[in-house]
């Protein structure tokens, strides 16, 4: 009797058990409509008990992260499929997503005439402002190229074609070799103006702290 008894709890556990166990379910979220390329977006997980997960962004690329983080390079219509798995259970969810190529630097190339300031935190003997001309090169949709009087580097943007922002800087050449930090902005709302700060140091007079601004105008 008291076998059985026990034998009934096991049975009830059991059954309570497996009526708690729930499998996993696939869901993600696209985040917008139609995308970009040379954007990064986020993929929202909204799985339910999933323990690990595999995604196909339908470019070759895949990620085991349980976000789904991607940048597609070319536009296209591409089948993303999440898998997510949980004790030997599986759920797949596959959705399309359109990525369309987007012109940001086009609008922005060219000549433009301002005012350069150089400023050297401590050392203001040195600070001096002049006008000169800066050009901009189109590489491709996300990237620029700048050419200043005190030398050049490489910036990726974001933003539209008549709004974009850059963050960083990168193949610094010429003086501005050791500027370690730049941000700057295009804006095509009315005259097609451009800015931007350069911070680092200068080689020419000792490696002291530098800064070196732009703000100018295209005709």
Request: glycine share 10%; aromatic share 12%; with cysteine.
């Amino acid at each position: 009797m008291k076998n059985l008894y026990h034998l009934s709890l096991i049975v009830v556990l059991a059954l309570f058990l497996s009526g708690c166990t729930k499998k996993p379910v696939a869901c993600f979220v696209v985040p917008n409509e139609s995308m970009e390329t040379g954007v990064e977006y986020l993929f929202e997980d909204c799985s339910v008990e999933a323990a690990k997960y595999w995604w196909e962004f339908g470019d070759g690329q895949a990620s085991d992260s349980s976000g789904g983080r991607h940048t597609y390079g070319n536009p296209g219509v591409y089948k993303m499929t999440l898998t997510v798995t949980k004790d030997g259970d599986e759920d797949v969810l596959t959705r399309t997503v359109r990525v369309e190529s987007v012109d940001r630097t086009g609008l922005s190339a060219g000549q433009y005439t301002g005012k350069f300031t150089e400023t050297y935190p401590g050392n203001v003997i040195y600070n001096k402002s002049y006008t000169q001309t800066l050009t901009i090169e189109a590489i491709d949709n996300n990237n620029i190229y700048i050419s200043t009087v005190r030398g050049s580097f490489h910036a990726t943007v974001e933003g539209t074609s008549t709004n974009y922002t850059f963050s960083s800087i990168r193949e610094q050449q010429g003086r501005i070799a050791d500027m370690l930090d730049g941000t700057g902005e295009f804006d095509a709302g009315g005259v097609e103006e451009f800015e931007m700060t350069l911070q680092g140091t200068d080689p020419y007079l000792g490696d002291i702290p530098w800064i070196l601004r732009f703000r100018g105008s295209r005709p």
